[in-house]
């Protein structure tokens, strides 16, 4: 089969969970001896060494990891990046490239920016499977939280967003046609798929009727367990981990901040991610300055991360919204490590069903002091999360139950 991958952004710009998982899947999905090639967007100067795409304006192509990827110019798609509208320039020549990939079906991993590329989708009639990889669809602001950071129940036809999250570039008829767009898109679908069952249920309580698959996301083992414990850094005790982009929504600031009120625990935090906020990364340095004890390892390449993550005794995710799913935890069970999230969305779900650590009240620093001080102060809970750690799904699962609903689609297409 020649199948196409869509999403927002990609590898060697983006490499963050929705950037991996789609690379993973891609992989296996050639692995398997399909025809496998990805479209994303780029926001910056093209990759060294890709090439120009004559029938598409400013896209260039690429290969990553073995996989074809060409790259759209961001400048030629919808400048919004909440937006559902398609690019009108850029319809029919985006048309015309999707004719020549001969794609027998569409794999729409993430749909900010690309609304063109699901339009001209649309147009060709080719069979569209649509990964619920977080809730952008139903709510431009992501996350299914308003303004005021309490959780929405949906955009109820854009008269929710209307009133809770009002913008000028948002008002009452943009926000109606947006959520029109969403649904449309959902509903045809031939299968939409949700990492976790709390991304299932959410989607199926704003969309009624709708049939959600829940495909959690794998972990690349083979990979994983190829990286070396990342060496030169001093040992200590205990170890903390945070692992992810340095942004207010990933909570950062409530970790550091539970920290400081203990400045005697025996204990190290490793944090480690890129950052895109710089007002937010001058405020986080600003804040552990002064703790010696917390080391910013910056932005590593893949296996450097999973080097860092097998040295860890607890992964610390405090999130103040919530996670659709979190890789990040996934990896960490692999090996051996428990963690401490926020209690929100899936990560907490899946932590609370295993007892592999320890949920906590999202952005209250005296909860996540607290649940710290008994981490470190009980070896004996240590062991118990720990012992409770299961092995996630691999990639590998994860590619084959897809590659499942691939076949269902050519054979009734």
Known sequence: MRVLFVLHQFFPEFSAGTERVGLNLARMAQRAGHTVHVLSCRMGEAPLGAKAVA?????VETVIEGVRVTLMDRRTLPQQDSSLEPATALQTPLQGWLERGRFDLVHGMHTMRMSTVFSAV??????LILSLTDHF??????????????????????????QRCATPLWPLNALRARSAQAESLVRRARWCVAPSAYVARSYQKIYPGLEVKVIPHGVDL????????????????????????????????????????????????LIVGPSHDNAYAQQIHSAAQSDARVQFLG????????????????????SVVPESFSLVVQEAAAVG???????????????ARTGAGAVVSPGQVQAWTHALEAWVTQPALRATWRAAVRLPMRVEEEAFLYESLYLNVRASF
């Open 222 to 269: 083979l990979k994983l367990m190829a990286s070396r414990p990342e060496t030169g850094l001093a040992e200590t005790p205990l170890t903390l981990g945070f692992v992810g982009t340095l942004n207010p929504a990933k909570g950062l600031h409530i970790l550091l901040s539970a920290l400081a009120t203990r400045p005697d625990w025996p204990l190290r935090l």
């Open 137 to 162: 669809l139903p709510c431009f602001r992501v996350n299914l939280v308003d303004l005021s950071g309490n959780p929405c129940e949906g955009p109820s036809g854009g008269h929710n967003c209307a």
């Open 122 to 127: 649309e147009r060709l009639r080719l069979p």
């Open 55 to 59: 029938v598409l304006p400013g896209a």
């Open 299 to 318: 932005s590593l390449a893949h296996e450097e991360v999973h080097a860092v993550m097998r040295r860890l005794d607890l992964l610390c995710l405090p």
């Open 337 to 351: 490590v428990p963690a401490l999230v926020s209690d929100l969305g899936a990560a907490a779900e899946h932590i």
